[in-house]
């Protein structure tokens, strides 16, 4: 199928170092929307929790898959929930870039354009975005797309995602899409991804760890891959997932990682770039 990255592939980001072009799905990228597109294909309505590494951009495609949505159906309303107001405002900005670089744009005319809402015309379609401190977020409306950005972090993500879900219907091009890093066992989050690995829930689970990525490679960062020598259990079993011919690159990040991104402390390296989803709890 792999229309959805065609569509996508016409808007526009702002990556990390500040240059605007057009998204070109990542590998993280491309197997969330693999999965969203063969959820469209099976059941017309798609449903995924994603376990993942920090800054792959999950929150970048989901963005610009409910903006795709909004400019394509007719009173299509998303809706994007991030765990703090900072993290709210940058994922409008994205929705922002996506509308002020959109090579349509002359075809529509915004209804309103505020700090936490973005609405059109020609469509009667519109995008919020909120925070999850306000439990009841979202309940007396109607919503065919929500993006609940950094779930595990939510104050009352149980409440708030209860009144969410009876917002959505089951109908044809509907999304819900949970997404987070670990944060610790038996919470919300984690109960929802086991669940889902399970089977017992409609959500797909996605896991997306860190020694995939491109940018976690000690050549990425200007260093020198150094010899390993003695290995620790984490790195043993890292030795089974990596490439051979990428392993003492990015095991050399990861050493790197650990103390300048973590603090020294393995278990919060861990949690923040899983290698496994049993690693991220």
Request: hydrophobic share 40%; aromatic share 10%; charged share 20%.
């Amino acid at each position: 199928m792999k229309i959805l990255p065609k569509l996508l592939g016409e808007l526009s980001i702002q990556d990390k170092n500040l240059s605007v072009h057009r998204l070109v799905p990542n590998w993280a990228q491309l197997e969330y929307l693999a999965i969203a597109e063969e959820q469209l294909r099976t059941t017309g309505r798609i449903r995924i929790i994603v376990l993942k590494a920090r800054q792959l951009g999950i929150s970048t495609v989901t963005e610009g898959l409910l903006f795709t949505m909004a400019m394509m159906y007719p009173g299509y309303r998303g809706l994007v929930i991030a765990h703090e107001v900072p993290a709210s405002q940058n994922l409008l900005a994205m929705t922002s870039r996506y509308w002020e670089t959109y090579p349509y744009r002359r075809l529509y005319t915004t209804k309103s354009y505020s700090k936490n809402n973005i609405s059109w015309v020609e469509t009667r379609s519109s995008i919020d975005v909120a925070t999850a401190g306000n439990k009841a977020v979202g309940r007396s409306a109607t919503f065919h797309g929500v993006h609940a950005s950094e779930l595990a972090f939510w104050p009352d993500p149980s409440t708030a995602m209860l009144g969410l879900r009876q917002t959505v219907p089951n109908a044809p091009g509907t999304i819900i899409v949970m997404e987070s890093t670990a944060n610790g066992m038996g919470d919300y989050f984690h109960s929802q991804w086991l669940a889902a690995e399970e089977g017992e829930t409609e959500y797909r689970p996605l896991f997306l760890p860190w020694w995939k990525h491109y940018e976690y490679l000690a050549s990425h960062i200007g260093l020198e891959p150094r010899p390993l020598g003695t290995m620790d259990e984490e790195e043993k079993l890292l030795s089974h997932l990596i490439p051979e011919n990428e392993l003492l690159d990015r095991l050399t990040w990861r050493r790197w990682a650990i103390r300048n991104l973590a603090e020294g402390d393995r278990l919060k390296f861990m949690q923040e770039y899983p290698a496994t989803p049993e690693e991220a709890f």
